[in-house]
């Protein structure tokens, strides 16, 4: 078992910043990717952003590029998603996950979640 712990999160207004981290423990030797989804009301959960554990593979999701940035910290055991320049439709709960991947990051499996955290972004 993997268990995931968030914080961060929060309300900032548009064009601001925030960062959540995500720190698992447990047996963190069966994961080898960590990604965050995020689900606003009336929409499916997403990808936002995944990492491998070993740092060579990242993905995000198109909306986000260029604005979002997820990083690890090996000794913390602890991901992170730097989120930038926030936009209102970046309004939601935000979920951390962790996984395995083989050939695709983007295609993680999320088999442990965290609790999640609210983000919410006013205009």
């Known amino acids: 078992q993997v268990q995931l712990v968030e914080s961060g999160g929060g309300l900032v207004q548009a064009g601001g910043s925030l960062r959540v981290s995500c720190a698992a423990s447990g047996n963190i030797f069966s994961i080898n990717a960590m990604g965050w989804y995020r689900q606003a009301p009336g929409k499916q959960r997403e990808l936002v952003a995944a990492?491998?554990?070993?740092?060579?593979?990242?993905y995000y999701v198109d909306s986000v590029k260029g604005r979002f940035t997820i990083s690890r910290d090996h000794a913390k055991n602890t991901v992170y998603l730097q989120m930038n320049s926030l936009k209102t439709e970046d309004t939601a709960f935000y979920y951390c996950?962790?996984?395995?991947?083989?050939?695709?990051?983007?295609?993680?499996?999320?088999?442990?979640w965290g609790q999640g955290t609210q983000v919410t972004v006013s205009s």
């Open positions: 990492i491998s554990w070993s740092g060579g593979s990242n």
């Open positions: 996950a962790a996984g395995v991947f083989r050939r695709s990051i983007a295609t993680m499996s999320a088999d442990y």
